[in-house]
Every structure is written in C-alpha cells, then in structure tokens.
C-alpha cells in the first residue's frame, strides 16, 4: 500500500499570504495524485488532479506541482474561504489512498 | 445538475449489518465508476473500494473485503455500499465519490455524495 504522508499537519497562515502544502508518496505515483479541500459538515472538492491541472471553477490561487514522490499544493494568496482541510490522494496503485490531511488555519 | 444523493444517517448495534444507497442523476450511470469513502470523525478520509456501473468488476480495500460489497442498479441508476460485522471503529461518515480523470480504472472524483453518518452504539 502506497503511504502518503502530509505536512504539516497544521498550517497557521494570515489572509493575503502564501500557503505551501507537501505530500509525500512512499513510492513513485507518477502524476496520478489529486489535491481535495474539505470544510466542516462538508463532502471533499476536488482541486487539482494529474498533479498540477485545476479542476473546473477553481480559482487560480490554486497551483499543484511535483511528480514521482514530492507534490505541493500552493495557495498564491489566502482567501477567508480556503481555510479548510486539504487532502491529497494517490490514484496510480490499488488500494487508492489518502494522506492524513493539512488544516490551514487562520493566525 | 450531475449530483450523487445518499440516503439518510443509520444508528446501528454492533454486529448488524449497513446499507448506503447513492442516487446519481445527471450524466450518463454506466459511463463512470463510483468508489466508496468513509471518514471517521475527526479523522481523515479512507477509501473503502470501488466498482464499475459499467460491468460491476469491483476493488476493495483488503481491510473491509471481508465484510463489504458494493453494487450498482443501473436501472435506478443507484450505487449501494453495504457493510457486515459493524463495530465501534466503523462509526463514520460514509461518501460515494464519481471517478473523473484516471489512470487506466483508478482515479480521482470529482463528484461527492453529501455523506451519509453511520452509527455503531450497543
């Protein structure tokens, strides 16, 4: 089973700033991982698949980046609505598998 | 609109069996697969298996494959999750997820049911 593992788990961040979220595959996934943002009460949204490609409707303060192994999900400049839950999500090996998530907080 | 509509929240004793139902309207059943997430609270999300509204192949996460089966009525155009052997630990929320861009049948969804909170309580 593929182990993705996300840092950090916490992210305090002021609205206007950048934020950088990683994700680590314990193996090569090539571009098969997607970035999805949860709020509370609420099902996940997909924002990025294939790694670096938005999803329809997302804004473009939302950038992936990285294959193989490393991937980054970069915030350009925090909106009061992206303070959430971010997960990735590998999708190249059976069983698909999730990382443990980064909340971004408000600081 | 394209959207998947699970049924209500189930309250469940131990060792009782679950059954989900996710509704998708909107877009075409057989053309894309649907995969089953579970989120326990306050944790992060966990994939649970996926099948196939096309033929109904099905892959499962090794942990559940003992106690879950998925299934599809493609005249309903209706996926069900159903659960065996509840205990504590399986006390979530369950979601039903449309594939959207995969690598050969594994992918990422881009569809969400709004979930459906299971509880397992003597």
């Known amino acids: 089973e593929i182990v993705m593992t996300q840092s950090p788990a916490t992210l305090s961040v002021s609205p206007g700033e950048r934020a950088t979220l990683s994700c680590r595959a314990s193996q090569s996934v090539s571009s098969n991982l997607a970035w999805y943002q949860q709020k509370p009460g609420q099902a996940p949204r997909l924002l990025i698949y294939?790694?670096?490609t938005r999803a329809t409707g997302i804004p473009a303060r939302f950038s992936g980046s990285g294959s193989g192994t490393e991937f980054t999900l970069t915030i350009s400049s925090l909106q009061s609505e992206d303070f959430a839950v971010y997960y990735c999500?590998?999708?190249?090996?059976?069983?698909?598998?999730f990382g443990g998530g980064t909340k971004v907080e408000i600081k | 609109q394209v959207q998947l509509v699970q049924s209500g929240a189930e309250v469940k004793k131990p060792g009782a069996s679950v059954k989900v139902s996710c509704k998708a309207s909107g877009y075409t059943f057989t053309t894309y697969g649907i995969s089953w997430v579970r989120q326990a609270p306050g944790q992060a999300l966990e994939w649970m298996g996926w099948?196939?509204?096309?033929?109904?192949?099905?892959n499962y996460a090794q942990k559940l494959q003992d106690r879950v089966t998925m299934t599809t009525d493609t005249s309903t155009t209706t996926a069900y999750m159903e659960l065996r052997g509840l205990r504590s630990d399986d006390t979530a929320v369950y979601y039903c997820a449309r594939d959207f861009y995969c690598s050969s049948t594994r992918c990422a969804f881009d569809i969400w049911g709004q979930g459906t909170m299971v509880t397992v309580s003597p």
């Open positions: 294939g790694a670096s």
């Open positions: 099948i196939s509204a096309y033929n109904g192949n099905t």
């Open positions: 999500q590998q999708y190249n090996y059976w069983p698909l598998t």
